[in-house]
């Protein structure tokens, strides 16, 4: 048992460092994300938000509101990996990403399959990630500025 945890945390820890590396592709980067995000398995709340906020320090690039969000939602997906497996994922280059840019857009295609109490259920995966490189290399994004969250209010 203490040899799987080995190798799990080894597997971790070279996954941080490819991600974190400046030669990794967006792609690379996205699909690192959705690896590791598949190989958590806190044993509680706290631990899930401990494990989200070291994945989101490793792989985003966001500050502020936008951190604390980036960690609500992968502490989210933290509690949920030991009962979803992700199938036939597709990793795609949308946009930017050339070696003279700073933006690129990565598109993930799949299957998202839950198992719950015996019941399973799935649906399509179709999720588009927004990415910046920066020192480090790429670094997912949440893109909060593009999205129209369809309230009224004040205008600068």
Do not use: H
Not at 14 to 24: F, K
Not at 71 to 77: K, N, P, R, S
Not at 78 to 106: F, H, I, K, N, W
Not at 126 to 140: F, H, K, M, S
């Amino acid at each position: 048992m203490k040899s799987r945890w080995l190798v799990l945390c080894c597997i971790f820890i070279v996954s941080c460092v490819v991600a974190s590396c400046g030669d990794a592709s967006p792609v690379e980067v996205v699909e690192s994300f959705y690896e590791q995000v598949q190989g958590l398995d806190p044993e509680s709340a706290d631990q899930a938000q401990q494990q989200a906020a070291e994945l989101v320090d490793d792989m985003f690039r966001v500050s502020g509101d936008e951190r604390e969000l980036a960690v609500e939602l992968v502490a989210f997906m933290a509690q949920l990996a030991p009962l979803v497996e992700y199938r036939d994922m597709a990793y795609s280059l949308e946009s930017g990403g050339g070696d003279a840019e700073d933006t690129a857009m990565v598109r993930v295609t799949g299957v998202v399959v839950m198992e719950s109490a015996g019941v399973v259920g799935s649906e399509p995966l179709d999720a588009t990630y927004p990415l910046v490189r920066g020192e480090g290399g790429w670094r997912i994004t949440l893109g909060l500025e593009n999205l129209d969250l369809g309230g009224e209010g004040e205008t600068e």
